[in-house]
């Protein structure tokens, strides 16, 4: 009989633009203030990128650092997937883009599209073809330049964004070494108004009208997503967890989308998980959507905040709406 091909976290890559923009420098944009900022989201500063920096280049430069930490090469590789909503352009994907610069022209490319949820997404898809045998280095891109689709009069979102990428080498790893122990995927499509950038697609097609009344702009229901978010997030680390077999208390690390803190305390206490257990770098670099969740993995690892032999969640829930969580076996 042939032996269980089994998924793993073999490496690990993040990327911030370098100019940092705080909640001072947001007061000089729109009508607002740190006070608000920080007690409503706890968001302190977050990058945004150059005008001639796009979503493939740093997504490139996240995926440079994951290939060195896994000790693997662009040529490696046989898949990319980008999960990004700010892609270069709307085809081709931004995985191409990502292909041609990092130097893997025999890997396969192709973006996925789950808003913030996509890199956790994204770790349902590498792993589904890791475990088939389909393929054995799956480079996998959250990457964002948010910037570009804000709309600076809305002080109510433009606070909130910000730009960069992280990325994860997925591949075949022995049985709970960096394992992918389950994943969870769900959307809900009833939801859809609640968060979008309506313009650019066959509904809305650019126009001068279109530009007028800022279609390709993020709009957002705030106060309805958070409420949401708590709930079906909290219900999504408990779904991860059985399918992993393994209890709440077994969990050392929840990495959570990184949307606004409120929500990540908010998650911690509905399941009783001690706040020194949820990770939280949305203080330095905001909401990056597709981006966030690899760039906050990255964040812990560098930090030491993951042991080898514990259980780490992954939640995420964005628009669409979105829901996914992962547990990981480190
Ligand atoms: O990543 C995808 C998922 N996205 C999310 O998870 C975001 C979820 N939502 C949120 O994080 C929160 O709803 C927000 C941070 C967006 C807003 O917080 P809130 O506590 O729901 O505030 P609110 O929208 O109800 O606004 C409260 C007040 C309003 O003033 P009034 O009507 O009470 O006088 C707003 O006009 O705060 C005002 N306000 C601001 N004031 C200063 C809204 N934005 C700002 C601002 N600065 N930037």
Same mark, same amino acid.
């Given at each position: 009989m042939s032996q269980k091909i089994r ?35 706890? +968001? ?131 049985e ?48 309805? +997503? ?105």
């Amino acid at each position: 009989m042939s032996q269980k091909i089994r998924a793993g976290i073999l490496g690990t890559g993040s990327y911030l633009p370098e100019k940092i923009v705080t909640n001072k420098d947001m007061e000089k944009l729109v009508d607002t203030n740190d006070e608000w900022i920080v007690t409503r989201t706890g +968001i302190r500063e977050r990058h945004f990128a150059a005008d001639d920096e796009f979503t493939s280049d740093m997504a490139t430069k996240a995926a440079q650092k994951a290939l060195e930490s896994a000790g693997l090469k662009p040529t490696d590789l046989d898949l990319i997937i980008v999960a990004t909503i700010t892609t270069d352009m709307p085809t081709p994907s931004t995985a191409c883009f990502v292909q041609t610069k990092l130097g893997a022209p025999q890997a396969a490319a192709f973006d996925i599209s789950a808003a913030c949820s996509g890199f956790v997404y994204g770790l349902t898809i590498a792993r589904a073809f890791i475990e088939s045998g389909l393929y054995k280095n799956i480079l996998l891109i959250g990457a964002e330049k948010l910037t570009t689709f804000i709309d600076w009069k809305d002080r109510g979102t433009c606070v909130l964004f910000g730009d960069g990428a992280g990325a994860a080498i997925i591949a075949p790893v022995a049985e709970g070494k960096h394992e992918i122990i389950s994943t969870y995927m769900a959307a809900n499509g009833t939801e859809a108004d609640l968060l979008k950038i309506p313009g650019g697609g066959c509904r809305f097609p650019s126009s001068l009208e279109s530009v007028e009344n800022r279609l390709h702009t993020l709009k957002m229901d705030g106060k309805q +997503i958070f409420k949401i978010a708590v709930k079906v997030m909290s219900d999504a680390v408990l779904e991860a967890a059985k399918r992993a077999n393994i209890s709440l208390e077994q969990i050392s690390l929840v990495i959570p989308h990184q949307a606004n803190d409120r929500i990540i305390q908010a998650i911690g206490e509905r399941l009783g998980v001690s706040p020194d257990k949820l990770f939280v770098n949305v203080d330095k670099i905001g909401n990056t959507s597709a981006a966030s969740v690899g760039i906050a993995l990255d964040d812990a690892v560098k930090a030491g905040k993951i042991k080898d032999g514990q259980y780490v969640a992954f939640v995420a829930f964005g628009a669409g709406t979105t829901l996914a969580s992962s547990i990981v076996k480190w």
